[in-house]
């Protein structure tokens, strides 16, 4: 498939913009290739339709073919699907904080909850283990035989009524003054209206923070239905999904966060006690999309792209043209780059110990409000703002007088830097910009 896939690329070289046309292929070898990631057909095709919405009209970068061009964009609507480029954390603020596992049976409840506890030992709180499966015998046991090997103890009460288990481990958790409180639960194979009672009996006892339905990479088509029953029944707070060391190409990711809009919190990738990492969705929607060809093309694209613009911005800065609209832009930029600190830590003869990183970024959301309450021609020109241009400004970013001059103040200062700079060589500095 993925050379017939880049041989159909080949023929279609047309630049332009994307059209239902010219990305029927790729539309094609991308649903096909969710499907075989296991992601439920129904989700496949909402997401590509909605996908396919956005797309069209869009224009297609320099160096890729529309069929490409809508991959690129494609994962990138995964990557937001699948909760964003940064890991949902776990909120815990009570004390102590309780985290309810929930899950089908075998899908790594247990497991999971040793790891969850080993992480909040190493954290330096102090776990409580609870064991709350009183269907399967051997459960319990195996809770505490894992309890054991981490050093964290294991609430068992007597072993019979989960409800009970629970109830007694709260009075236990809080004598003993543990601040994290980890309950395991029973699942079964299927759904069952009993567990959903138990869970929910529990649930509602105990009104954990954190209530995480753990599921099973491999489970393919079913995680849809299970999980929107768990979620509608509990109303979930995420997902842990494990066994993300396997085969599995992990298309469960897609369906479950699709039918819940709930995110996947941690992801399991090991048997070992130590297998629990955040979830990092950028690393799971190439895996899930397959394609590696093509995605690795698209990525090198992007990278170029991404240099293309700071090599760009520099020049533009090198020869005074920086104005406030810049000066946006590079706020924007910062948030996730960090290019204006890496401009001026770049920068010969700035002194270091004025640029204050941190204190930067708290301004930096003021500076955005101020700089997106002027007119483009203002940003333009800021010679232009008047003091009753100025009083405007101040209402509309809700700041004051005093903010918008410091920023004016600021961005001079660059400019200042800047002819600085420009006289000892724009040479060189661009070649400090392009390591
Ligand atoms: P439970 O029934 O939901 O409590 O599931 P268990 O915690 O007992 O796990 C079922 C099986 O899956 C066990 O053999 C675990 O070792 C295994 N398991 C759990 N999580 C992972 C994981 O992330 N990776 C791998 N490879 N195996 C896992
Ligand atoms: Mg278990």
Redesign the pocket.
């Known amino acids: 498939i993925q050379k017939k896939f880049s041989l159909a690329f080949k023929n279609l070289s047309g630049k332009g913009k994307i059209s239902e046309k010219n990305i029927k292929d790729a539309v094609k070898e991308v649903k096909l290739s969710l499907l075989e990631a296991d992601v439920n057909y129904k989700v496949v095709k909402n997401f590509i339709d909605s996908v396919k919405e956005k797309a069209l009209g869009e224009k297609v970068l320099e160096s890729l073919t529309p069929d490409q061009e809508f991959i690129r964009i494609l994962k990138n609507e995964l990557i937001e699907l699948m909760g964003g480029k940064e890991p949902e954390k776990l909120v815990i603020s009570r004390n102590p904080g309780y985290i309810m596992?929930v899950?089908?049976?075998?899908?790594?409840?247990?497991?999971?909850?040793?790891?969850l506890a080993k992480m909040y030992k190493e954290k330096g709180k102090k776990p409580l283990l609870v064991a709350a499966?009183t269907y399967?015998p051997a459960?319990i046991d195996?809770l505490i035989t894992l309890g054991t090997q981490i050093d964290v103890p294991v609430f068992s009460g007597d072993k019979v009524n989960a409800r009970k288990i629970v109830k007694e481990a709260k009075n236990y958790a809080e004598k003993m003054l543990h601040d994290i409180v980890i309950i395991?639960t029973a699942?079964r194979l299927h759904i069952d209206d009993d567990m959903m009672k138990e869970l929910e009996d529990i649930k509602n006892y105990i009104k954990p923070e954190e209530i995480l339905m753990?599921v099973?990479?491999m489970m393919g088509q079913d995680a849809v239905r299970t999980a929107k029953d768990f979620n509608d029944r509990l109303e979930l707070n995420g997902f842990i999904v494990?066994?993300?060391?396997?085969d599995s190409r992990g298309g469960v990711i897609i369906s479950i966060r699709h039918v819940t809009g709930k995110p996947i919190k941690l992801?399991?990738?090991?048997?070992k006690i130590v297998?629990?990492e955040p979830f990092y969705a950028d690393r799971y929607a190439g895996r899930i999309l397959g394609m590696g060809d093509v995605l690795s093309l698209i990525e090198k694209v992007e990278s170029e792209l991404d240099k293309e613009k700071a090599e760009k911005d520099a020049e533009k800065f090198m020869e005074g043209k920086f104005d406030l609209n810049d000066f946006l832009a590079q706020i924007k930029q910062i948030k996730k780059l960090g290019p204006l600190g890496n401009i001026l830590e770049m920068m010969p003869g700035v002194p270091k110990e004025n640029v204050d990183l941190k204190k930067g970024e708290s301004e930096m959301k003021k500076m955005e409000a101020i700089i997106n309450s002027m007119t483009i021609k203002e940003r333009k020109n800021p010679k232009t703002l008047t003091f009753s241009r100025k009083k405007r400004v101040a209402a509309g970013s809700g700041t004051t007088l005093q903010d918008i001059n410091k920023i004016l103040k600021s961005y001079e200062q660059i400019k200042k830097m800047m002819k600085q700079v420009k006289k000892m060589g724009k040479r060189k500095f661009l070649g400090n910009m392009k390591k």
């Open positions: 596992l899950g089908l049976q075998g899908s790594g409840k247990t497991t999971s909850a040793a790891k499966d399967r459960a195996q395991d699942g753990v099973d990479s494990t066994k993300l060391d396997g992801a399991g990738t090991g048997e297998a629990l």
